[in-house]
């Protein structure tokens, strides 16, 4: 059965980015409520991949501009339980959730950082991308990351000291 929800999952997301100049917007947000229903009758049986995905059509952009489906608390719940079922990608995104500064989260640049770490060896592009960028701010003495990261830091019982500890590579671009 799961993988009958996916096929069809897969053959609109075909008809949608093949057909793309021939379909309304109407049709498009007609179709992308079908992939909603088929992902949510997958990601209910703890699939990560179905999760991820179902995640991004809650996400505030995608197949349409806006999108129709946009919703932040939808986006994060399912990125959670993607992300808690192994899916690196979602490891990757909620990295960014946590790190950015407007999210329903709360920012939280450790923890943002340590799910990054978690996704970036296994082969993420998000997570390599974000990776490499984070470590060069890291460095930078005037970074607003690495400011605002040593901060959290200082307010964290042991100051950090687990993190870094864990973190070596976060601890050397710190200079620590």
Known sequence: MKKTYLSLYSE???????NNEL??????????????????????EENHVAQ???ALRYADSGYLNPNPFYNNRKYIKWLLRSAKNGNIEALASLSVEYMSENNILG?????????????YPKGS????????????????????????????LDNLPDKGNEFLKMHLDYANALGR
């Open 12 to 18: 609109i997301n075909d008809l949608l980015y093949n």
């Open 23 to 44: 379909i309304t917007f109407n049709q498009g947000k007609r179709l992308i409520k079908i992939q909603i229903e088929v992902l949510e009758c997958v990601a209910k």
């Open 52 to 54: 991820y995905e179902l």
């Open 107 to 119: 920012r939280n640049i450790v923890k943002g950082l340590s799910l990054l770490k978690q996704a």
């Open 125 to 152: 592009s998000l997570a390599s991308l974000n990776y490499k960028i984070n470590i060069k701010h890291l460095k930078n003495k005037k970074s607003e990351l690495r400011i605002q990261l040593l901060e959290e």
